[in-house]
């Protein structure tokens, strides 16, 4: 079976089975990255960040997985004592933590990165910080989280590389009875995926890390379906096109999720928006609405619910089980929640040009019927069902026979196309 057509087929299904059944469950971990050193540095921060995480106001990562950047804070040792409270604090909260090292222009020096990962597992040799909650088969563990993305001529095969080195760094760390052992987790974006797929280079990725993040950034209003963003640059398809191939590669006892841009962007804040992209001004500031807080509220809390319920019940076991969806970042999520401005973030209403030049907002793109991806509901869709299913082409109602049923069927629809 094509591989994009049994992602798709399986999604559709599983929606159809969400329809008609409650089988289908809703509930899934939410985590969100911080780039901020502010909760690890001061103790008013910290406490501000501890609530902020553990408030279950909707849309919430209490409980959830808590990825830290932590790299250049934790160089030197002098901070050790900051960071064991950070932990313990967070911890207590009963969420998953990763202890991150980013470098998002990575031009290949995998010795960069196995340095700042060796100062990260030289804290977790000593550290002592009380876990609860960060606890493996071994006693105390902590994630680390790489966001290394290759960027000009490196390759997605170098990056396999540099992360089997650092899976040898923290097997050595593990092997050594560390204060806490470590796990690995990494960011991936789309086009590493893409490469490390289409070169059957995932197998050995799997071996090495825990779990896979995509980046499925600038893709979330238009979570389904064909789209393009108000940066001029067309992105072919939303957040869930891109988590459904990464599912299907991820080997039991492992984990996948996926990552959702809050922010306008970096310095093009005003300006083109790319991050969040596909009419920024739409969900940031909706010009229908008199809420926006509520309206962007309900738009990211619907599109995870719209997206988990793509999956089957199997698929969803493959996702991390306290965030199936990491949200990007801490300094943007307020936006989404309740207003409240927290250290670092942005403004939450846009300015200048955000446009709204999609038609993917107010409301989320996408269908569970179209099949093919081309955006249009139509016979063929169904001929690519019927192949599929080895059912024959005017079976509309797909029990292997054409008889009166499927005229029926027909005449119950006739009439125009809402």
């Given at each position: 079976?094509?591989?994009?057509?049994?992602?798709?087929?399986?999604?559709?299904?599983?929606?159809?089975?969400?329809?008609?059944?409650?089988?289908?469950?809703?509930?899934?971990?939410?985590?969100?990255?911080?780039?901020?050193?502010?909760?690890?540095?001061?103790?008013?921060?910290?406490?501000?960040?501890?609530?902020?995480?553990?408030?279950?106001?909707?849309?919430?990562?209490?409980?959830?997985?808590?990825?830290?950047?932590?790299?250049?804070?934790?160089?030197?040792?002098?901070?050790?004592?900051?960071?064991?409270?950070?932990?313990?604090?967070?911890?207590?909260?009963?969420?998953?933590?990763?202890?991150?090292?980013?470098?998002?222009?990575?031009?290949?020096?995998?010795?960069?990165?196995?340095?700042?990962?060796?100062?990260?597992?030289?804290?977790?040799?000593?550290?002592?910080?009380?876990?609860?909650?960060?606890?493996?088969?071994?006693?105390?563990?902590?994630?680390?989280?790489?966001?290394?993305?290759?960027?000009?001529?490196?390759?997605?095969?170098?990056?396999?590389?540099?992360?089997?080195?650092?899976?040898?760094?923290?097997?050595?760390?593990?092997?050594?009875?560390?204060?806490?052992?470590?796990?690995?987790?990494?960011?991936?974006?789309?086009?590493?995926?893409?490469?490390?797929?289409?070169?059957?280079?995932?197998?050995?990725?799997?071996?090495?890390?825990?779990?896979?993040?995509?980046?499925?950034?600038?893709?979330?209003?238009?979570?389904?379906?064909?789209?393009?963003?108000?940066?001029?640059?067309?992105?072919?398809?939303?957040?869930?096109?891109?988590?459904?191939?990464?599912?299907?590669?991820?080997?039991?006892?492992?984990?996948?999720?996926?990552?959702?841009?809050?922010?306008?962007?970096?310095?093009?804040?005003?300006?083109?928006?790319?991050?969040?992209?596909?009419?920024?001004?739409?969900i940031y500031n909706q010009p229908q609405s008199t809420d926006p807080q509520t309206y962007r509220r309900n738009f990211l809390t619907q599109a995870m619910d719209e997206g988990w319920n793509m999956l089957s019940a199997a698929q969803q076991q493959k996702f991390h089980p306290a965030g199936a969806f990491i949200l990007h970042s801490y300094q943007w999520l307020s936006c989404f929640r309740d207003g409240s401005q927290v250290t670092g973030g942005g403004a939450c209403s846009p300015t200048g040009a955000c446009g709204d030049a999609s038609k993917c907002v107010p409301k989320l793109a996408g269908h569970?019927?179209?099949?093919?991806?081309?955006?249009?509901?139509?016979?063929?869709?169904?001929?690519?069902?019927?192949?599929?299913?080895?059912?024959?082409?005017?079976?509309?109602?797909?029990?292997?026979?054409?008889?009166?049923?499927?005229?029926?069927?027909?005449?119950?629809?006739?009439?125009?196309?809402?």
């Open positions: 079976m094509n591989p994009e057509i049994h992602h798709t087929l399986t999604r559709s299904i599983a929606i159809l089975a969400f329809a008609s059944s409650a089988a289908a469950s809703a509930t899934y971990g939410v985590g969100m990255m911080n780039w901020l050193t502010q909760p690890i540095m001061f103790d008013a921060e910290r406490t501000n960040f501890v609530n902020f995480t553990g408030d279950t106001t909707t849309p919430s990562v209490a409980g959830g997985w808590i990825i830290q950047e932590v790299a250049d804070t934790i160089q030197g040792g002098a901070n050790y004592p900051k960071v064991d409270a950070y932990l313990t604090a967070v911890d207590a909260g009963g969420h998953t933590i990763s202890l991150n090292y980013g470098d998002t222009d990575w031009q290949g020096d995998a010795s960069t990165v196995q340095a700042n990962v060796t100062t990260i597992l030289d804290y977790l040799q000593v550290s002592t910080a009380t876990l609860t909650t960060n606890i493996g088969p071994q006693g105390p563990t902590i994630d680390i989280n790489l966001d290394v993305e290759p960027k000009g001529s490196t390759t997605a095969a170098e990056w396999a590389s540099m992360i089997s080195g650092v899976s040898a760094l923290i097997q050595t760390h593990n092997s050594g009875s560390p204060a806490v052992h470590a796990t690995l987790s990494g960011f991936i974006s789309m086009s590493v995926q893409n490469d490390l797929i289409s070169n059957n280079l995932i197998g050995s990725v799997w071996n090495d890390v825990d779990t896979l993040i995509v980046m499925a950034y600038r893709n979330l209003p238009c979570f389904s379906a064909p789209c393009v963003g108000t940066d001029t640059a067309p992105c072919g398809d939303g957040f869930m096109r891109w988590g459904l191939p990464l599912v299907d590669t991820v080997p039991s006892g492992k984990h996948c999720a996926i990552a959702l841009e809050l922010g306008l962007g970096g310095s093009d804040i005003g300006g083109s928006c790319y991050k969040i992209s596909f009419g920024a001004t739409g569970a019927a179209d099949v093919n991806f081309d955006g249009v509901v139509n016979a063929l869709d169904l001929a690519v069902v019927h192949e599929e299913l080895q059912t024959c082409t005017h079976d509309s109602t797909l029990d292997n026979t054409i008889d009166i049923n499927d005229l029926l069927n027909l005449l119950s629809l006739w009439g125009p196309c809402q």
